[in-house]
Every structure is written in C-alpha cells, then in structure tokens.
C-alpha cells in the first residue's frame, strides 16, 4: 500500500507544476534545496519510530509529500542532463550512454549494499522497524551531496540563446508545486461552482461565433492538446499528443511499464520470500543469507543484475565502434533486439514448477529459481540499454528547448502512473489468486509485448520515415 501511495504521489506530483518550476529555476538551487527537503522528511521516518510516534497514516502522510520534492529532483536531473546534450545527435547519444553506465556501475554496488545493511537493520530491529531505521541513512546521504549539488552543478541555460527567460536562482519555486497541492481543492470547487452557475457562457458563446476556417473541429488529439493547453503545468501532455514520434514511443512501453515493473518489485520478492520461504535454509549461509532472506535484499539483488545487464548493454554500443553498428544495422535492429528480450520473459514462471508450495525446500532449488530471475532481468536490461542509446537523440529532436522541463515532467507522470498502477492492479491480482498463477499470468503478458517491439520499426517508418532511422538499413521500408 505504502509502494502505490508513493507512485500514484509521485505522478500526480508532475500534475502540479513541477515542469514549469524546472524550466524557470537553475538547476542547482533545484537539487540543492530538494535534497534538503527530502532530507528533513526521511529523517523524521525513524524519529518518529523510536519516539513511538510514527502511525501508519503519518508514514503515508510523509511517503505522499516526498514525491512532491524528488518528482522536481528527477525532472530536472533529466532536464538538466537533455539541456547540456542539446540536439546533436552524436553528443545526445554519447551522453545517454555515458549516463546509463555510469548509473549501472552505481547501480552495481548500491543495491547490494544497501540490501545487505537493510537486511542486518531488519534482523535487529525486526519488520518494520528495521525499515524505518534505514532511512536515517537515506537522509543522511541527501545531506552529504548538497555542498556538491551547490558548488558543482552549474545550468547552461543561462547561456542558451533560445531560452529567453533565464533560470532563477530563488530557492522559494521548490515550494510552488506544494502550494498548489495545498490550494487544489479551493481551485477545484471554485470551478465546479462557476460551472453550476452558468459561469462561461459568454465564452462558449463566444467560441460559438468563430470564423469558419477555425471552427473546424479538430481530432481528438489536438482537442487534448488544447485542453492541456489551458494549464502550464500540462504543457509537457500538448507537446507529446501534437508529436506522432513521442505519442508511439511512449505507447510502445506503456503496456510493459504496467506489468514489468510490478513483477520486479512486487509479485516476485512477494514470491521468493512467502512462497519458496527461504529463510531457515539460508540462515547458515553469512552475509549472503541475511541478504536474501528478506524481500528488499532480493530487489536489491534484481537491481543489481539490471545494472550488470544495463552497463553491458551500453558499452556494446558506446563509441566510434557502436556508431558503425548502428550504421551497419539500422535503428529498427535494436528494436527486435529488445523484443527478444521481452519474449523471454515467460521463462520466469519455471520457479512455480521447481519449487511447489508447502514443500521442503533445498537450496539447490531456490538458487535455480533465483538464477532464472535475475538471469532474466540481467538479460532485458541487456537487451533494452541499446534501444535506449539509440532512441534518445530521436526523442529529444522532438522536445523544444524551452519546454524541456515540461516534457520530461509529463514522461515522468505517464510512466510512474502507469508503473502505480500495475503495481495496485498485481497487488490486488496477488491478494484474489495464488501468487504461482499471478506470475504466470504476468511474465506471459510482458512476453507478449515482445510483439509491438518487433512491429515499432514499421509504425515509425510511417509517422517519421525521416527523422527515426539511421543506417544503411531501413527495416520496415
């Protein structure tokens, strides 16, 4: 419950306006004064614990704020990143790449680390408290990268002559997103109550008298777009219904987004850790025993395959040499490539027929069954990481420079909502059905995503012949 409070807070957070706050405010007054915030309410977490303070709706209270300071932070990290690229196509791709290896070797260490110190904070003071103990060390880490995040970072904005308003450096923007959450419910029945009394007619009226070359009706989606119009917070949502490029690309991940994210972290820790119930065997084994009997080691085992796979995959198309691949293959290639990898996405439910429920369990069977989890999740990050590189230059040619912060906050909504929402849905999936047959049923549904990852090169090839494809190959033509 406490996971989908802080996903559906976080993309209800770029509802607010958090990509307005991006694209008017310097970058490391963002990260720096967000770190701080975040800092203060992670820490209350264990605080509160150890003063007998912390109920679950206050732990809810804390988890939904949050996102409203990370959702500004991860924006304009993505921001910050797509503004210092630009739009050269060989600097956007050089600077992906740089980007995913440098957080798969994060990614590498971090998670095992931090599963590990979770796993012995749990162990002493029991679930949850071992939990609520951890974030002081989250906080803390907030604390030590602000002098860096302050000194270091500097915003190329105020350098860029298509921006024409320059960031400002007034630490007070953070909190806007948190004052219109605040005033959401007054601005919401004030137009409930301009509705009902009749409040608008003049305009409807007047939208009534439009010349005839503009009272055309428009499609569906320019109507949407001209409803996000209205607000500077959705004008990210204008930009990607107006762009045929942007709407596939991110139709093409919003079934996979549902269901592989909630298996990772939801149904399959839910599954090890309550069905194969490994704990008793593991408990002779050190360090890596601590780890795997709890569900947050085994995540953070799973991310740190991800990385494995991320980085490897990255390198494979990094440099002068990844240049000649994606030349010599075409774009459309490393679309199959990761179709591929989705396809095998079945192979995770063979662990519900190697380990039965309620039967004795021998650590040769719940190391086979580990092997094919994250030997599946290190071979989609694998398979994924090139699509990644070579699909970000095409992505970023269709966001305006001075809308960047916008676009990456509406991204930023659409996937963590849709991430929230598979992750409800599986819960309640997991709570009406064997936790056997919800693995089933998912790994089956992602493998079938395979499908619109192995067409995507011909709809792109339709909707932007031009300005998708590079090399010498044009699948799809």
Not at 30 to 51: F, K, V
Not at 400 to 425: R, S, W
Not at 435 to 463: C, D, E, H, M
């Amino acid at each position: 419950v406490i996971r989908n409070v802080h996903f559906g807070a976080y993309s209800m957070a770029s509802f607010l306006p958090v990509g307005p706050v991006i694209d008017k405010t310097d970058y490391s007054t963002i990260y720096t004064w967000t770190s701080l915030m975040r800092a203060l309410l992670m820490g209350l977490i264990p605080l509160l614990y150890l003063s007998g303070g912390l109920s679950f709706g206050v732990l809810a209270i804390i988890v939904a704020l949050n996102p409203i300071f990370q959702s500004l932070m991860t924006n304009a990290d993505s921001a910050g990143r797509a503004s210092i690229m630009g739009r050269d196509e060989n600097v956007v791709r050089a600077g992906t790449a740089f980007g995913i290896k440098a957080g798969a070797i994060a990614g590498l260490f971090s998670p095992f680390l931090a599963a590990y110190a979770v796993g012995l904070l749990a162990a002493a003071f029991g679930e949850p408290g071992g939990y609520a103990i951890a974030y002081a060390g989250y906080a803390l880490s907030l604390l030590v990268a602000v002098p860096f995040l302050k000194f270091l970072v500097r915003d190329p904005r105020h350098h860029d002559p298509e921006v024409a308003q320059k960031p400002s450096r007034n630490p007070l923007n953070i909190i806007q997103p948190l004052l219109v959450a605040l005033r959401a419910p007054l601005a919401i029945g004030r137009a409930i109550w301009g509705r009902m009394t009749g409040k608008g007619r003049a305009s409807a009226a007047a939208a009534a008298r439009k010349a005839p070359e503009e009272a055309a009706r428009p499609g569906i989606r320019e109507r949407a777009a001209r409803f996000f119009d209205r607000w500077e917070a959705t004008e990210g949502l204008s930009v990607i219904l107006r762009s045929d490029t942007l709407m596939l690309l991110m139709a093409i991940t919003a079934v996979e987004l549902f269901l592989a994210d909630a298996l990772t972290f939801v149904v399959l820790p839910n599954y090890i850790i309550d069905v194969i119930q490994p704990q008793a065997a593991l408990a002779s084994i050190p360090v890596i025993g601590t780890m795997l009997g709890t569900k947050a080691g085994i995540m953070g085992l799973m991310l740190t395959c991800a990385s494995l796979g991320s980085y490897l995959g990255t390198q494979w198309i990094s440099g002068a040499k990844g240049d000649l691949k994606i030349k010599r293959l075409g774009s459309g290639f490393f679309y199959r490539m990761a179709a591929v990898g989705s396809a095998f996405f079945w192979t995770m439910m063979i662990p519900t027929f190697l380990a039965a429920p309620g039967a004795a369990l021998s650590l040769p069977v719940f190391f086979a069954s580990l092997g094919i989890f994250l030997g599946m999740e290190l071979l989609t990050r694998l398979f994924h990481a090139p699509l990644m590189t070579v699909m970000a230059p095409v992505q970023r040619k269709e966001i305006p420079n001075d809308k960047v912060g916008k676009v990456y906050a509406a991204f930023t909504m659409l996937n963590v909502g849709l991430m929230a929402l598979g992750g409800l849905v599986l819960g309640f999936v997991v709570d009406a059905v064997p936790i056997a047959t919800a693995v089933l049923v998912v790994s089956l549904g992602v493998s079938v995503t395979a499908l619109l990852q192995w067409l995507s090169p011909r709809w792109l090839n339709r909707i932007n012949p031009a300005g998708w494809e590079k090399g010498e190959k044009r699948d799809g033509a």
